[in-house]
């Protein structure tokens, strides 16, 4: 079966109707839906599924209860030796969502780190991810280093210092720019 991460920045709280679009086709075709416990697209993720009377949604949470779970799904809760409340905290249920996952839906802003970091995380293991970028409202296909650096200079040059400095981004990059070249080694 077919699983995917559904995921996005915490500051977008309404899904466009292309997004709505794509969760239909989703859920139409009965994939499994891995989705976080946070504010903001999580929830609203989560709300859009519960309208669709999605079935196979799991909602996934690092420590002992989901911060929100709309549909009352199962949920998947993840262990971290992290204190809570910090990033790596939160982080610890995405790192296992990626790896749960065949291929990611984004929604992303241009800005938050954490929806970028899931989509660098898939591609490090080898899946793709289909982001919308909310702010020029278009899909956009990440499945190696060449699209993810296409999908990054849509930043803004603050969020881009931003990102590197909070998520050590370039360096990510150079990692999977070797990480394909090692692929392709004869």
């Not at 559904?6 to 109707?17: E, F, R």
């Not at 903001?40 to 599924?49: F, R």
Request: aromatic share 8%; proline share 2%.
């Amino acid at each position: 079966m077919t699983t995917v991460f559904i995921a996005g920045s915490i500051k977008i709280k309404n899904l466009d109707v292309r997004v709505k679009e794509r969760i239909d086709t989703i859920v139409t075709s009965n994939f499994d839906v891995l989705v976080g416990d946070a504010d903001g697209a999580d929830t609203s993720i989560q709300t859009y599924l519960q309208e669709r009377s999605a079935k196979r949604a799991v909602v996934y949470c690092s420590g002992s209860f989901p911060r929100n779970n709309v549909g009352r799904w199962p949920v998947h809760t993840v262990d971290t030796e992290a204190t809570p409340g910090t990033r790596a905290f939160f982080t610890a249920k995405d790192l296992e969502m990626a790896k749960k996952a065949d291929f990611g839906l984004m929604i992303w802003d241009t800005q938050s780190t954490g929806t970028l970091s899931n989509v660098i995380e898939l591609l490090r293991q080898k899946k793709k991810s289909v982001v919308y970028v909310n702010k020029v409202k278009a899909f956009k296909n990440v499945g190696d280093v060449k699209q993810l650096e296409e999908l990054v200079g849509l930043m803004s040059e603050p969020a881009l210092k931003k990102a590197d400095a909070k998520i050590r981004l370039f360096e990510k990059i150079d990692r999977l720019k070797h990480q394909q070249g090692d692929m392709f080694a004869v």
